[in-house]
């Protein structure tokens, strides 16, 4: 009953403050004998790193992660695995102004609000460092994953920002590796970069869409009626800062459809197993994964910190103005890629125990061969 | 870690199926002392109840609840409270084509690989029955409400039906009660009548957009990190059976925005509290109420019952068709209000009594006065 | 977070009061496709049942178990299982006196301390009367177990009673069902007759301590660091109404032991399977079962109903004194032998299903043929 | 879920192995404005420290712990408290003959057996290394448990030592401080470093009872039914490492108890408040605290490290013989008194906040003016 844990069998703890001494995830529930060392999650959190382009912050962060506990001679004991990131840039000479004065569209008042704290270092537990926490933790996810499930695969991109779409005609995988945005497409990528680049030169932000799809799950992950394959990414992703909307498969627009065009036919695959027509439900039905991809997309909100000001109030309720300088990134929604991915990761790996706990893998079949 | 259940310190468990014995909710966690009696409970019900308009399923059920522990002269004692509604009309003659096929875009084939089970008697656990223990928890749920926060409200009501959406222009508070669809807006009411009607004849059906709003709310409900009240709405709305997306303010649209657009510029209130001029935050920032209306939508999907046929398989791994025949719902979305209100309520006591817990009821003083 | 319910992944939540309509249990997370019917569960509850003997309560209670859900075909779905007992003798009369005066070593005086709630009829929810509902989620837990482990067993007798204790050299498994303390010695219970037989006439009272085996278990139950199968153990026996102490193994005893006498010593059976020279540790190394019979004791206090008057006060604060007439044991002991049965049960299938989703059944193997 | 996290709203998860980089403990939910600073931790980890007298083993550890979260300014801010100890004395040269063999009485096999992995580095994470973690998390612990109830004190001390029993009768609570096995009474410290410096030089080992009590706490603290104070406190010591027994109050021995003799009479102090004449029950009626001295006992088997050879298998299931050399306790349950402690604070703690959540501190009156 943790507010800084998430997950029900594998279960991940956060802790840590923008401009602490560390941060970091306390992994309790990882299968043993998962191989397992710091540098297959470097690799993650390498992508989620701050200052890579002139898109995101410049604050610079070496983003090491180091393993404190649960992995021995190279693989996992069982036991709570420790992530530790060492806090290497906490200058806050930057955070006079806002010591004082509550940013708009900011949790700093919620939270002065709530705790009588104000942790006025680049937002304290509510910045969206913590999600570097994520990312190692969901590094972690995916080894577990890749050990259980060969083959399956999870990637997000994004498909929104601001007034930008992608083209779902000119969707290309092989993009998304290859542009600052991660965009599936790579006309997208150069407009995109001149949109972002006016908004980031005029002080402004803008917010952004992202879709995470997991490609090659088992069937019969989710479970009703309150841990839903739907409820638990709905969770997972609106748990991540600035997240506002979150949607499986059709989303807010199966709002739109008729029963016709959104039931999914079912037709038999050649390995006798169940396939479908098309995907409007995201591959979870009834809250089970059906196989399908399992697809869920998010909305980010413009950060707040931006050069305009805006009217507010400060800690003695005067009224007053802010400008939030200082390091910021125009779209955060960039470096929230590699985050839904992380939350992913955890969500199928925890959910893949509990079907070993619940069913014991015994599956009805389907056909006559099927077991 | 019960998968029935729902809730840190307020908890739901449901039980029951479409078409056993009964179905009802174990209430554990509800304060002592709060004024409970079935009657109280029974109004939500009867809005919930099928068979009252002809959008709505001809199923009869009287749904009436029983409290079978937990209230002792009138008042809630502290102790579990066991909530009982026997179903009355259980007639599954209809079911006997589906006991074999699988209804694409519904949960049959999902739980049937999972559980290796067939509860074909109208979707037992899966079916939307399983609500009306929701809206009898929420009941209990409004009446503490009631309690600690006298002059609160929640308010559901649909935003989009189909290709229809309501005009906010026109918003009329007033309307929602007077019209089998909870519009707030009159001449939609009579618009969407007709749209649903025709649809219905057809034997076609439709997906919905509903909207459940909090008023009178006090700030500071909501935890971070992974139990945000965002993140915790997300996960209540999308539990609800057929729900693809859930929003919190702006939502998905918060991708389109600018950070200028967005932030919600805040002022002092003549009664010494901060204020805002705006609420694209849906009163919530950084996972914690602002003292705003808390705002959240969530889409529901199209029922897959439908007199078009649609390809399929069966048990055996057969391919065929289905026609879905019965007592069904052209917009289960109509029903989805009362229990998305429900939801609202069980989360916003839940997040109530995490606050006491955690915090005590101190706050950060805003203002010379304010405590 | 929830206190009237217990399990990980085995969730059994009990409900209802002492003279309510009904009580029950609601349990979440049973496997899916055990064999399940009311007779089953019906079969421990007739052992528990009050008003056997003339050493337990003369009060008459039919508790006859109904299933209203989780069941269909005689099998149980992996859905919620809802199992009810009519409260049928509700007389509350005798309760007079009660209702304002506080009974020494009783629950009256906290309950009202921190509900404000006097729930005077027979103790409402704190009333031993809740353990028949744990008796009826005990013979779910058993039947599922039954499934799991085929040829387990689970055997509780009384080894003390007051001041009489049980010679374990005349051990005898068999005359546990032939008398009514449940104590594996038929002199024993003839003794035991004469000295509660005195006991119950001059009005007192005395305690009792059960030992609960299990038998036939597989080693790999139970998880470092905070749900040690002693742990667990621990808690669900010391949750029976009027427990004071639980031991493991040696137990208490284990305090006076040098190393060498408490080490069992290892060897290896015919089977490749490792065997033990003596069970001082109850089954358990590290938290976890090592394959051998799985040992727990615990004491229960006398009850505080007895003839002899005692000082107290009322809820006016009046200092008075207290004779508790009506129906009540001289040993409540005697009727917690199938309660906490029931209990072990429900531990050991919440870890077999724990175990399931921790190492999916990989085991280390032991010598060369081992898996 | 969580197996290395225990506590309801107060959540420590204690992670790390024994000759790993460091352990230490995860602390979520700790209420904010705590004041706070490594050096109050460190008072209560340099008691348990090992290496202080010849009679605790001789590795050499600093056991030095740092804040790495959850502070701010000096005070807890209500994030998650990070709290590191870096493990400096790592040398595993000792452990060549371990990591192939068993030692009968440890959690070796069972560790093997549930995960296949072999720690052998000093026992891992069943080492009780692990307990200097609680040991920090205990001294937040009792920060804010100083805070919210001042003048509360917990003493933990050592009642028996294998043959040795302490005098009730000469009990002196000014000694506990003043002899290394922290046991209240000045000629029992001297027989018992008798007694122990024979079975040390002889390779020996011996079990010890420890009870621990809580003063000044208030009433209304536990839940029925399964979060009974008994029932949490039980759990809580049970979770030490080699702890085979608990009791609460008079223990196992209300077995042998009538009910004249168990009954605590109560009557009414000069300030209001009810009192009782005995406190058989340790504090606790019906799960919940009466405001009376909390009284909890365990008992702890001997270390099965000893120098007499011990028949056992290795990994290949051979059979053979162990000899335990290095660094070890003559008795373990030394270093427990401080362990126990700190279990308890962590209850206790985590108990007024659930109060705090489920009544909001209203309380029944007895008498006339109470309130």
Not at 217 to 224: E, F, Q, S, T, V
Not at 333 to 347: D, K, L, Q, S, Y
Request: aromatic share 6%; proline share 5%.
């Amino acid at each position: 009953m943790s507010f800084n844990t998430f997950g029900h069998l594998f279960r991940v703890t956060t802790w840590g403050e923008s401009h602490g001494p560390a941060l970091g995830a306390t992994i309790d529930g990882c299968p043993p004998g998962v191989p397992l060392d710091a540098s297959m999650l470097q690799r993650w959190l390498d992508r989620r790193k701050p200052g890579q382009s002139k898109f995101t912050t410049q604050r610079r962060e070496a983003d090491e992660v180091e393993i404190l506990s649960g992995v021995f001679e190279g693989m996992t004991t069982g036991t709570p695995i420790q992530l530790m990131i060492r806090n290497t840039d906490q200058r806050s000479k930057d955070y006079g102004d806002i010591a004082e004065k509550f940013r708009p569209g900011h949790a700093d008042i919620t939270y002065w609000q709530k705790y009588g704290i104000r942790d006025y270092r680049g937002g304290g537990r509510s910045s969206a460092r913590e999600t570097a926490a994520r990312v190692a933790a969901g590094g972690v996810a995916r080894e577990a994953l890749r050990a259980l499930v060969p083959g399956c695969a999870i990637t997000g991109y994004m498909v929104r920002m601001g007034e930008k779409q992608i083209d779902r005609a000119a969707f290309d995988a092989e993009e998304i590796e290859r542009n600052p945005f991660w965009v599936p497409d790579a006309q997208a990528a150069k407009d995109w970069a001149d949109y972002l680049g006016e908004l980031r030169k005029s002080g402004s932000s803008v917010g952004a869409a992202i879709e995470v799809v997991a490609q090659g799950m088992p069937p019969c992950l989710g479970a009703p009626v309150y841990a839903k394959l739907d409820t638990e990414l709905a969770a997972a992703m609106m748990s991540i800062n600035a997240v506002k909307g979150v949607e499986i498969g059709e989303g807010m627009e199966a709002a739109g459809l008729t029963g016709e065009a959104n039931a999914d036919e079912i037709y038999m695959g050649n390995d006798g197993r169940p396939r479908f027509n098309s995907n409007h439900a995201g591959g979870i039905l009834g809250g089970i994964s059906t196989g399908q991809d399992i697809v869920v997309r998010f909305a980010v909100k413009p950060t707040s910190s931006i050069l305009t000001p805006r009217r507010t109030i400060d800690k003695q309720g005067q009224e007053t103005e802010i400008v939030t300088k200082g390091r910021h990134d125009p779209c955060v929604g960039i470096r929230a890629v590699p985050v839904g991915e992380a939350m992913m990761a955890c969500v199928l790996l925890d959910h893949l125990l509990l079907d070993r706990a619940q069913t014991g893998g015994v599956r009805g079949a389907i056909g006559p061969d099927a077991g």
